[in-house]
């Protein structure tokens, strides 16, 4: 699957800063729509290390209205967090209706840095496909969009960012223990996400694979996602509610129409026997 993605894509810089600020533009609008429509959006930003997901976040909230979005950035659990379902802190953290929520790393960290780090037994890893798939159904059930990205770079690309970013002292500090750990056990990774993808994709919450080799391509790639699945989402909202309208009319109508209805509280005339 991820061997298929075409990673030498690449969008030029005159190109991109021709593209980028109209869809930030039209994202804005949407993010307003949506927010009339009531429709809660929920984005799961998943990657490898060093592929630039903050620069998406980053580019994803530049020109967005504040009040209406939330980033939350995957990290460890708490000893509090500990105690309850790993699916909890999560689920605490959702948006309000109207509102957009983006999980920097989100609840697939169980069957990917546990998985790959033996956090947790493989029996816990396991149990938590199904999991998932029945939490992201719930929210999907509820109206809400589950927007699910994978950035996918090679590991030369990882490697060569990695050396890249050591070179820089304002940057060094983004090259952790974990990044070094995760290079060397690529293909192990590999497998964890195939694995991810194959028993976490729905119908009604799709990953998206983004080749993200080029940044400029990347960025514009989730955005465009982004864009699609709220312009069909309000499609079918504003449909569904032009289809009860129309039901209701026609209800009403039909129940001025019937026959043989008198007023509330007439009733027929009654007359006594050998009365005039």
């Not at 493989?122 to 999991?131: D, E, I, L, N």
């Not at 293909?187 to 028993?199: F, G, N, Q, T, Y």
């Amino acid at each position: 699957m991820l061997e298929s993605l075409n990673l030498k894509r690449k969008l030029s810089k005159p190109a991109y800063s021709r593209t980028m600020p109209q869809l930030q533009d039209r994202l804005r609008r949407l993010q307003y729509e949506a927010r009339a429509a009531g429709i809660a959006t929920i984005l799961c930003l998943e990657g490898w290390e060093m592929s630039e997901r903050g620069q998406v976040v980053q580019t994803l909230t530049e020109k967005l209205d504040p009040r209406l979005i939330r980033v939350f950035r995957g990290v460890p659990p708490s000893s509090f967090e500990q105690r309850y379902h790993f699916l909890w802190r999560y689920e605490i953290a959702l948006p309000s209706h109207g509102e957009m929520a983006v999980f920097d790393h989100s609840w697939y960290c169980r069957v990917l840095e546990d998985r790959c780090d033996k956090v947790v037994k493989k029996r816990v890893w396991q149990q938590a496909y199904p999991q998932i798939a029945h939490f992201e159904r719930w929210l999907t059930d509820d109206g809400q969009i589950v927007i699910k990205f994978w950035l996918h770079i090679s590991k030369k690309e990882q490697k060569k960012r990695i050396r890249k970013t050591l070179r820089n002292p304002l940057l060094r500090w983004k090259v952790t223990k974990d990044t070094k750990r995760q290079h060397k056990r690529y293909s192990k990774w590999i497998m964890a996400v195939e694995e991810m993808v194959a028993k976490t994709n729905a119908a009604q919450a799709p990953w998206t694979l983004v080749e993200a080799n080029d940044s400029h391509w990347a960025r514009v790639r989730v955005f465009r996602t982004i864009i699609d699945r709220l312009e069909k989402a309000l499609a079918q909202r504003k449909a569904r509610e032009e289809q009860l309208g129309r039901a209701a009319k026609k209800k009403a109508a039909a129940k001025d129409a019937a026959p043989g209805k008198e007023e509330y509280g007439a009733g027929p005339r009654i007359v006594a026997k050998g009365a005039a």
